[in-house]
């Protein structure tokens, strides 16, 4: 399984942007960059993934570098809902639902 | 639209005791993955199903086992209870090659 690695925390102010690191150095070319976040107490959420292209929805960002070894969940006004563990996952897309999670980013909103 | 449901939420079991959980996925998911969650080793993956067939397994000894039903309703087991084995058991229901949608998990507690 291919590996990522996350700082283990950051800190964010409320409604300021956040950018969420990712190394992924070992990446194929079939692996999809997921993210996933849990927030206390509950399962983990799906955030958002992605291939190639940055990738937008309702809840974040996702830029990845063109050589793919890297990318960045962003999400762009911090709430306090968002605090939670962020999880970047690599998943080989048509293979196994197997998610591998490494320990993530905790990443904490200041009022 | 319904959520991946776990039951039951908490559970405490003596030592050598056998344990079961239950997982009702998302209408439509066929896709069943259970994992995993402790202080120390954080998020692990168990085992998945699909179409009532364990297609992935993860790296627990053969007391987990699970299965899966034509409903796609999962079940997993654990014998012998260890001490080792309190955690957060979550499950993971997805349609093919799409994001998994997580349960609450189950908080079982062997003493």
């Known amino acids: 399984d291919a590996k990522t690695t996350q700082p283990n925390s950051m800190e964010s102010n409320e409604e300021e942007p956040v950018h969420l690191p990712c190394n992924h150095s070992?990446?194929?070319?079939?692996?999809?960059i997921h993210w996933y976040r849990q927030l206390p107490s509950q399962g983990p959420e799906y955030v958002i993934h992605?291939?190639?292209s940055n990738v937008n929805n309702r809840m974040a960002s996702l830029a990845i570098a063109e050589d793919r070894k890297s990318s960045t969940l962003i999400l762009h006004r911090a709430t306090l809902r968002d605090a939670a563990v962020y999880y970047c996952?690599?998943?080989?897309?048509?293979?196994?639902?197997?998610?591998?999670f490494g320990k993530g980013t905790k990443l904490t909103v200041n009022p | 639209k319904a959520g991946v449901t776990q039951t039951p939420r908490y559970l405490i079991k003596t030592r050598g005791q056998q344990v079961t959980l239950s997982c009702s996925p998302i209408s439509g998911h066929r896709s069943v993955s259970w994992y995993q969650q402790t202080p120390g080793q954080g998020l692990q993956f168990l085992f998945e199903y699909f179409s009532e067939t364990q297609r992935n397994k993860g790296n627990f000894p053969g007391r987990f086992s699970g299965r899966q039903f034509s409903n796609s309703r999962s079940e997993m087991n654990v014998s012998t209870l260890e001490l080792g084995d309190s955690a957060l058991y979550l499950c993971?229901?997805?349609?093919?090659?799409?994001?998994?949608?997580f349960g609450q998990g189950t908080r079982l507690t062997v003493v």
């Open positions: 996952i690599l998943r080989d897309w048509g293979g196994s639902e197997k998610l591998v």
């Open positions: 070992t990446i194929s070319g079939t692996d999809y």
């Open positions: 992605g291939l190639t």
């Open positions: 993971a229901s997805s349609l093919r090659d799409t994001e998994a949608f």
